[in-house]
């Protein structure tokens, strides 16, 4: 019999309308859906954009991905999504994984497709790109995440060391992602003089729930959650 194929599908970072049209004419054509999901999420928010866009009745797998950096216990999750993958593409049927933004962009893809590939190298896959929150971002605050000869860093905010004034030597626009969990280090960076009005921290863009703000110092410990990014423009032009 032959094998299914399998697609990794970047669903955008929020808002449904951003689900690409190629994405939703996918999805509306496979019949199984694998959904990452950490042990935090009570609903996948992958699995919220796709359902608000696309209306159909899959069968569902959902698949638990932990946010540990424990490698061994990520490796037995890894493979034993791989396993349940391997097995449903194996019956000649075409299944979807989905993940939030864009799949190239610090997605468990990434590493599924590596123990998909120790398993079985045969499958076939199709990577579709998403809209990621770094685009979604700038065009909801209204600020070009580069311009002219400018750089832009984009890392995530635990691997960033506190003094981000000196990382701006260096670099002309840096994109804080998973920026949820470094409630200080965003506290300091509101009383950095070297960097003051020239940070935006946007949370849940295209959620119903989500807000941007410039006045950092104003926020409390609640307003940090997951989908927290910052972008920090070393020549920001007023307006
Ligand atoms: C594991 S990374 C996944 C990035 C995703 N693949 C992408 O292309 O945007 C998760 C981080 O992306 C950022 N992010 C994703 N969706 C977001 C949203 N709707 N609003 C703000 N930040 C978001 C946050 O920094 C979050 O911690």
Redesign the pocket.
């Known amino acids: 019999m032959p094998r299914g194929k399998l697609y990794g599908i970047g669903v955008g970072?929020?808002d449904p309308e951003l689900l690409t049209i190629k994405a939703k004419k996918i999805l509306e054509e496979v019949e199984v859906l694998f959904i990452p999901k950490s042990k935090q999420e009570t609903r996948s928010l992958a699995l919220s954009i796709v359902t608000q866009a696309v209306d159909k009745d899959w069968e569902c797998y959902e698949l638990l991905l932990p946010m540990t950096k424990d490698q061994e216990i990520l490796q037995q999750h890894w493979q034993e999504a791989a396993r349940q993958i391997t097995e449903v593409i194996n019956t000649g049927r075409d299944a979807a994984f989905i993940?939030?933004?864009?799949p190239s962009?610090?997605?468990s893809l990434t590493y599924l497709l590596r123990s998909i590939g120790q398993i079985n190298p045969e499958i076939d896959v199709k990577i579709i790109p998403g809209v990621?929150?770094?685009n979604?971002?700038a065009a909801w605050i209204q600020q070009p995440l580069a311009e002219g000869d400018e750089s832009l860093l984009i890392i995530p905010a635990g691997r960033v060391s506190e003094d981000i004034g000196r990382l701006l030597d260096q670099v002309d626009n840096i994109f804080l992602?998973?920026?949820?969990r470094e409630v200080d280090k965003i506290r300091r960076l509101a009383e950095d003089q070297q960097t003051s009005g020239r940070v935006y921290l946007?949370?849940?863009?295209?959620?119903p729930d989500?807000f941007y703000t410039t006045d950092l110092k104003s926020l409390d410990e609640q307003d940090f959650n997951?989908?927290?990014?910052l972008l920090i423009k070393k020549n920001r032009k007023e307006g």
């Open positions: 970072p929020g993940t939030l933004g864009d962009l610090y997605s990621s929150s770094l979604s971002v992602l998973k920026a949820g946007a949370s849940r863009c295209g959620f989500g997951y989908l927290t990014s």
